[in-house]
């Protein structure tokens, strides 16, 4: 169906020069395109290289009007959607912090360490724990700590890889 | 050895000059005074001062437009580089290769609110292809080449450089361009040979088809315009053409239709709508052409040669998309027709040109010629006459004299005809008209012009009169903004809010003052003198105003939200049933 919405994470590799961030971002926000999640860091250091993994949705024609709009941006290299391209793994990392005491802060150790999150910081009254997984994951443990004294919550945003051997 | 150790100053006016640029349109001002002490010690590269820098920005467009080159600008920090964005986005809009630079403050000053400081290259971001911060003058050189490439490479477009004062002064080092290569940006040109194969077969199998073409025929340069008259003829298949591609075809030929689109005329509109085959090379399914979208040409195949990939299945979905330059894709097509020994279906043909003949015969162009008022089509019509074989540029402004500009005055070569097409803006005419003429002294230029556009960059008569450049100013004067009161018209129940000419200057004096020739034509009789007389004049501007119809309407008119195949023929025609919700709020 051709209005459909889907979700697709996008993998970018730009020149990392002053400014292309905020071209990307220019882009999505002048022509209305969605973004749910964006992470950049530079990957080459040699080349001077960045990788922007984007979440994004829209039909099938806005999917394929933002790879090109992307592509033809002059500091782009590459555009890989790595929804379409083949299996891919995602994952995500979140620190959150929880106050709390007696039952509530035995429970969240308990679930924390169900979810394979670990301790980063420990008071008496307070933990800040680390946990990477898909978003799936994240969004259920966040959403779990949130009953036990959930303080805040900082999340990167999707980062992707390609599964096999290939490139991207 | 290719290294030399200049000023930055001086490395710009070096690149500048091997890039080939002749001439640069700018204003001085405190960020920019180091190039423009530069530019006073040297002669080869010449700057025509304007009075105001949207109007450089324009001049180099027409510059660019008229002679297939990358214009150039040059406009110093803040207030300057800001008032270069209409233009700037204007050139993004139409695809014209710019290179802008612009003065910027010291590098140590950036982020601190200095005098006349603005973040330009975040402001012009959105607004240009690409951008540039020069921050070392080790930089510099190669980044101006690469400007100068990015500019005129793949989709063309205006790119901005902006070099702080300091960097101006500071010593650094030259390369010269040839050891300059992008690591990224290389667009392609030579399309995929299954594609064109495809659309060949395509083609040869047609029974109605339309060549429909834009203005990326002309970006790809004259001879593409002359393959695309080649394959035409070859096939003897109809052709129209948007607003920005008119020339590329010559509309003296018996296979032009007229433009298309909004007031394109009813031949080419229709043929676009029951063809079953729409060949487009380089144009971009805009909503001025499109109408409604789901109506739009629903029984056709279609073929998009385009050099931007992102051009293609943006609005309409196509079933040969063939991504390269418009010339090198003609060039194949035509080899591989000749080497199949590809035929056209003869019969099917006659029978869609009959139907096409049908069309045209309903004379869609016609007005009410009377002797008590000067039409504006009857103005147009004695100025085609008039020029007739003469070698001339036509620019215009931007409203209903635009139209009636496209629709009555033929244009049998490409780069002739400069327009702002895609952001419609007022005053682009007179200093396009200006950029024109200083890159053809001899030829006649003539700026057809509304009477409320030319108030927008009047202030450029002075650099018309300053570069010697006999610009003829051919006003239009409705006394009204009539694209907009035609709209108010047809729909908003003939409610004409703030779009009446007031307090209008007395154009022959205001000419005069100017030491220009100012002429006036109040009756029929009077407009052939005007124009004999205005043609002239060969050593100063001219401004001619001619009092038009205010009533007159521009038609045909396909209004916003219709299809285009439902069209407004004149003013017996009103909207069919109160105009679409969806077309109301249409531009």
């Given at each position: 169906m051709e209005n459909a919405i889907e979700k697709h994470t996008i993998a970018v590799l730009v020149d990392n020069e002053p400014g292309v961030l905020a071209r990307v971002i220019g882009l999505f926000s002048g022509r209305g395109y969605n973004i749910e999640s964006l992470t950049v860091a530079e990957v080459n250091n040699a080349d001077h290289l960045s990788r922007i993994t984007l979440v994004t949705s829209g039909t099938r024609m806005i999917i394929e009007q933002i790879k090109a709009q992307l592509g033809r941006l002059v500091p782009v290299h590459r555009v890989h959607d790595l929804t379409d391209e083949g299996p891919s793994v995602e994952r995500e990392l979140a620190l959150v912090k929880v106050a709390g005491t007696g039952d509530r802060r035995i429970e969240a150790l308990r679930l924390a360490d169900i979810f394979q999150a670990k301790v980063v910081d420990a008071t008496l009254s307070s933990f800040v724990f680390e946990l990477t997984g898909t978003t799936e994951q994240v969004d259920d443990f966040v959403g779990l700590m949130g009953q036990l004294g959930l303080v805040e919550a900082s999340r990167t945003g999707v980062v992707a890889m390609s599964k096999g051997p290939a490139a991207f | 050895m290719s290294e030399q150790k200049l000023t930055g100053a001086q490395i710009v006016i070096k690149a500048l000059k091997d890039q080939g640029v002749d001439i640069i349109f700018g204003y001085p001002g405190g960020a920019v005074l180091p190039i423009y002490d530069a530019l006073f010690q040297q002669n080869d590269l010449k700057h025509v001062l304007v009075r105001h820098e949207q109007a450089a920005v324009h001049a180099a467009e027409g510059y660019a437009r008229s002679t297939g080159k990358v214009g150039c600008v040059l406009v110093t920090s803040g207030p300057g580089a800001t008032n270069a964005v209409t233009g700037l986005l204007d050139a993004l809009c139409d695809s014209i290769p710019l290179v802008c630079l612009s003065g910027q403050v010291p590098t140590h000053l950036i982020g601190n609110d200095a005098f006349q400081e603005a973040d330009t290259t975040g402001i012009?971001?959105?607004?240009?292809?690409?951008?540039?911060?020069?921050?070392?003058?080790?930089?510099?050189?190669?980044?101006?080449?690469?400007?100068?490439?990015?500019?005129?490479?793949?989709?063309?477009?205006?790119?901005?450089?902006?070099?702080?004062?300091?960097?101006?002064?500071?010593?650094?080092?030259?390369?010269?361009?040839?050891?300059?290569?992008?690591?990224?940006?290389?667009?392609?040109?030579?399309?995929?040979?299954?594609?064109?194969?495809?659309?060949?077969?395509?083609?040869?199998?047609?029974?109605?088809?339309?060549?429909?073409?834009?203005?990326?025929?002309?970006?790809?340069?004259?001879?593409?315009?002359?393959?695309?008259?080649?394959?035409?003829?070859?096939?003897?298949?109809?052709?129209?053409?948007?607003?920005?591609?008119?020339?590329?075809?010559?509309?003296?030929?018996?296979?032009?239709?007229?433009?298309?689109?909004?007031?394109?005329?009813?031949?080419?509109?229709?043929?676009?709508?029951?063809?079953?085959?729409?060949?487009?090379?380089?144009?971009?399914?805009?909503?001025?052409?499109?109408?409604?979208?789901?109506?739009?040409?629903?029984?056709?195949?279609?073929?998009?040669?385009?050099?931007?990939?992102?051009?293609?299945?943006?609005?309409?979905?196509?079933?040969?998309?063939?991504?390269?330059?418009?010339?090198?894709?003609l060039e194949d097509m035509l080899r591989i027709w000749k080497a199949r020994a590809k035929s056209v279906d003869k019969p099917a043909l006659k029978e869609w040109w009959g139907k096409i003949e049908g069309w045209r015969s309903r004379n869609c162009l016609n007005y009410n010629r009377t002797e008590s008022v000067?039409?504006?089509?009857?103005?147009?019509?004695?100025?085609?006459?008039?020029?007739?074989?003469?070698?001339?540029?036509?620019?215009?402004?931007?409203?209903?004299?635009?139209?009636?500009?496209?629709?009555?005055?033929?244009?049998?070569?490409?780069?002739?005809?400069?327009?702002?097409?895609?952001?419609?803006?007022?005053?682009?005419?007179?200093?396009?008209?200006?950029?024109?003429?200083?890159?053809?002294?001899?030829?006649?230029?003539?700026?057809?012009?509304?009477?409320?556009?030319?108030?927008?960059?009047?202030?450029?008569?002075?650099?018309?009169?300053?570069?010697?450049?006999?610009?003829?100013?051919?006003?239009?004067?409705?006394?009204?903004?009539?694209?907009?009161?035609?709209?108010?018209?047809?729909?908003?129940?003939?409610?004409?809010?703030?779009?009446?000419?007031?307090?209008?200057?007395?154009?022959?004096?205001?000419?005069?003052?100017?030491?220009?020739?100012?002429?006036?034509?109040t009756t029929v009789a009077e407009v052939d003198q005007v124009i004999e007389k205005m043609l002239a004049v060969t050593d100063r501007p001219c401004i001619i105003d001619i009092a038009v119809d205010p009533k007159e309407n521009c038609f045909p008119m396909i209004p916003g939200g219709k299809a285009h195949n439902e069209i407004l023929f004149g003013p017996d025609d009103s909207p069919s049933d109160a105009t679409p919700e969806d077309g109301m709020v249409l531009v």
């Open positions: - | 012009t971001r959105p607004c240009t292809k690409h951008n540039y911060l020069v921050k070392d003058v080790d930089n510099l050189a190669r980044t101006l080449h690469e400007a100068f490439y990015v500019a005129r490479s793949g989709r063309p477009g205006p790119v901005l450089v902006d070099i702080p004062k300091d960097v101006q002064f500071a010593d650094g080092t030259y390369v010269p361009p040839a050891e300059v290569k992008h690591k990224t940006y290389r667009p392609q040109v030579k399309a995929e040979m299954a594609r064109i194969e495809e659309a060949i077969e395509l083609i040869a199998n047609a029974k109605r088809p339309v060549f429909y073409t834009g203005g990326g025929v002309i970006n790809a340069g004259p001879f593409a315009a002359k393959l695309l008259t080649q394959f035409v003829k070859t096939t003897g298949f109809p052709i129209t053409s948007t607003l920005m591609g008119l020339g590329a075809f010559p509309a003296s030929d018996n296979q032009w239709l007229g433009m298309l689109g909004m007031h394109g005329t009813y031949e080419a509109n229709l043929a676009m709508y029951e063809c079953d085959v729409m060949i487009n090379i380089g144009a971009r399914f805009d909503d001025r052409v499109t109408g409604k979208l789901s109506a739009f040409s629903p029984g056709s195949k279609k073929i998009h040669v385009d050099i931007d990939p992102s051009s293609i299945n943006k609005n309409v979905a196509v079933d040969i998309p063939i991504v390269g330059d418009c010339g090198a894709v000067i039409k504006p089509q009857y103005a147009l019509e004695r100025l085609r006459e008039a020029l007739r074989g003469k070698d001339h540029y036509i620019t215009t402004e931007v409203g209903q004299h635009q139209m009636w500009a496209a629709q009555f005055l033929p244009f049998d070569q490409p780069n002739r005809w400069l327009t702002s097409g895609g952001l419609g803006t007022m005053g682009y005419g007179l200093p396009a008209a200006i950029g024109a003429q200083l890159a053809h002294p001899d030829a006649i230029v003539v700026d057809v012009s509304g009477e409320a556009s030319f108030l927008m960059n009047m202030q450029e008569i002075g650099t018309a009169v300053q570069y010697r450049a006999p610009v003829k100013i051919f006003i239009l004067n409705n006394q009204y903004m009539g694209m907009v009161r035609q709209w108010q018209e047809l729909l908003h129940g003939s409610r004409y809010s703030q779009s009446y000419s007031e307090a209008l200057p007395d154009f022959v004096k205001l000419a005069e003052s100017w030491g220009c020739v100012g002429l006036r034509a």
